[in-house]
């Protein structure tokens, strides 16, 4: 396989260098070397990455995405937990639709008052019960790397 620099490797994936660090420090990928000052990868790296992107968008914490990785670098993906995943995604989707109907019906309602609305008011009954906090987090950006793990580890 082709050597990439941490350059080239932050080009292809859109991961920052830093974050490209930070992935090292915290053991979600490493490089084969150096030359000179500047990291050297494989270019298997950029499946690596793509895989910690795509669990990143799923709303995996860094450190349940190093968690998949087995000793040899390949991925041991838990269907399980994958389906358990999808699960939350599922009841997150409804229950942001059902907030996204109630904003609309509000933005719309003729009632003199919002608080005069019937459907504003089950509304309000269903934020004050909680009703309406996600089910799971929400995706982070790629971006942020750093900060973003800080909150996954806690």
Same mark, same amino acid.
């Given at each position: !396989?082709?050597?990439?620099?941490?350059?080239?490797?932050?080009?292809?994936?859109?991961?920052?260098?830093?974050?490209? #660090?930070?992935?090292?420090?915290?053991?979600? $990928? #490493?490089?084969?070397?150096?030359?000179?000052?500047?990291?050297?990868?494989?270019?298997?790296?950029?499946?690596?990455?793509?895989?910690?992107?795509?669990?990143?968008?799923?709303? @995996?914490?860094?450190?349940? $995405?190093?968690?998949?990785?087995?000793t040899d670098g390949r991925p041991? $993906?838990?269907?399980? #937990?994958?389906?358990?995943?999808?699960?939350?995604?599922?009841a997150t989707i409804r229950t942001?639709?059902? !907030?996204?109907?109630?904003?609309?019906?509000?933005?719309? =309602?003729?009632?003199?008052?919002?608080?005069? =609305?019937?459907? @504003?008011?089950?509304?309000?009954?269903?934020?004050?019960?909680?009703? @309406?906090?996600?089910?799971?987090?929400?995706p982070r950006p790629a971006g942020?790397?750093?900060?973003?793990?800080?909150?996954?580890?806690?």
């Amino acid at each position: !396989m082709r050597e990439l620099d941490i350059g080239e490797v932050s080009r292809r994936s859109g991961v920052s260098a830093s974050a490209l #660090r930070y992935y090292e420090e915290i053991g979600l $990928i #490493r490089p084969i070397g150096r030359r000179g000052l500047r990291r050297q990868y494989d270019e298997a790296v950029l499946e690596r990455l793509a895989l910690v992107a795509l669990g990143r968008a799923a709303g @995996f914490g860094l450190d349940e $995405i190093a968690s998949i990785f087995a000793t040899d670098g390949r991925p041991r $993906i838990d269907r399980a #937990r994958l389906v358990a995943r999808a699960d939350e995604l599922d009841a997150t989707i409804r229950t942001l639709g059902a !907030m996204r109907d109630g904003l609309r019906h509000a933005a719309v =309602c003729r009632a003199p008052s919002h608080l005069e =609305c019937p459907t @504003f008011r089950r509304l309000l009954r269903a934020a004050a019960a909680g009703a @309406f906090e996600p089910a799971a987090p929400l995706p982070r950006p790629a971006g942020g790397a750093r900060r973003a793990a800080k909150h996954s580890r806690s």
